[in-house]
């Protein structure tokens, strides 16, 4: 069955690359969720990427409590395309317009391979679109949003396991160093936390060893031995197979759709790790920009609701431990809660 309102799939004008817009849902409030720039071996797996993604944003912002519903754009690029500066002008105009079409149903965002300045060249054409520069009235990059706010999430974990929410001395291993794990990987360091990293590019070394870091290759990182796993990178990592070499005690971090399937997350319990969902840890780039854009707060009014997550991954673990169940249903059912809650005006229940 397909649990979505609406999925647009087009061929773009221009380009001619498939085109996807998946609205999971507008019961909270028009859906925004970022536009995906990235190469599948098929626009079918992209198709898939942007329902699962989108569905992962309606949860994303039931649980950070905004009315907001959850979309997700994705450009399926043929494997090995590189996208020079004239062509990717021609896809984020195809883009722009296929939104403009849903007139206010999607809002987009930056996501894998895209950023504010791609956000400036899709406002040209319609005004759905969060985190143009700051410069033009957005409010700019999301990712060190993200970042603080998984840091807060990673406070309340550690709280949980250690008693204190100090990640000083702590080892943790982060998977990914690119704009929110690099990023992330720099206030842990900050902090005081023993790090391990990786990025599939090793260009990225650099990074680790400004920050002290020890490199591992990427297919390591995951049996790394460590207090938590942050995964920061792209989604699908925890599986069965993945799950039963894990060697942390948590795993919590701001990638998208971190398991291969729901019953992961069980599989994780039962080794007693603690898992916080993807989408209630990477939702401070979100909580940021609807903050500024949507409710007209300022950057240390909205700093002081990314950090508030610290709070509601708290709350989570509590009645996970409460109720006896993982922190990845309780979750599910605070967003299911929130959904519920709301009914549209004139539709009978
Ligand atoms: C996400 O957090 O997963 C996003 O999609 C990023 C984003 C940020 C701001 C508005 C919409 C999407």
Wanted: charged share 25%; hydrophobic share 45%; with cysteine.
């Amino acid at each position: 069955m397909l649990d979505h309102e609406r999925v647009a799939v087009h061929t773009g004008r221009r380009s001619r690359l498939p085109v996807i817009v998946a609205v999971h849902s507008t019961a909270l409030g028009p859906a925004a969720g970022g536009l995906r720039l990235w190469h599948y071996p098929d626009w079918r797996d992209g198709l898939a990427d942007a329902l699962r993604l989108s569905a992962a944003m309606t949860s994303k912002f039931a649980v950070a409590g905004l009315p907001i519903g959850g979309g997700k754009a994705v450009v399926a690029l043929p494997e090995g395309e590189r996208l020079d500066p004239g062509r990717r002008l021609d896809v984020l105009r195809d883009v722009a317009e296929v939104i403009a079409s849903l007139d206010g149903a999607y809002a987009t965002g930056p996501d894998v391979g895209t950023g504010p300045d791609d956000m400036a060249v899709i406002a040209e054409s319609t005004p759905h679109v969060f985190c143009r520069p700051e410069r033009l009235g957005g409010s700019g990059d999301s990712s060190p949003h993200t970042a603080r706010g998984t840091l807060a999430a990673l406070r309340a974990v550690a709280r949980r396991l250690y008693g204190t929410p100090s990640l000083a001395g702590r080892t943790l291993a982060v998977a990914g160093l690119g704009r929110v794990g690099g990023r992330l990987a720099r206030l842990l360091a900050a902090e005081g936390a023993e790090l391990t990293v990786t990025d599939i590019d090793a260009g990225k070394r650099a990074l680790g060893e400004e920050l002290g870091a020890v490199w591992r290759a990427p297919e390591e990182i995951l049996a790394v031995d460590a207090d938590i796993l942050v995964p920061a990178a792209l989604g699908g990592v925890l599986s069965a197979r993945s799950v039963a070499g894990l060697r942390c005690r948590a795993v919590v971090g701001p990638a998208n759709n971190q398991l291969t399937g729901p019953e992961v997350a069980d599989l994780l319990h039962e080794r007693g790790i603690l898992w916080v969902p993807d989408y209630v840890a990477s939702a401070g780039g979100v909580v940021n920009a609807v903050s500024v854009e949507v409710h007209g707060l300022g950057a240390e009014q909205a700093r002081v609701r990314v950090d508030a997550i610290e709070g509601t991954v708290d709350a989570l673990l509590d009645t996970a431990v409460r109720l006896d169940r993982t922190p990845a249903r309780a979750a599910e059912e605070l967003a299911r809660l929130r959904l519920a809650a709301v009914r549209p005006v004139g539709v009978r229940p």
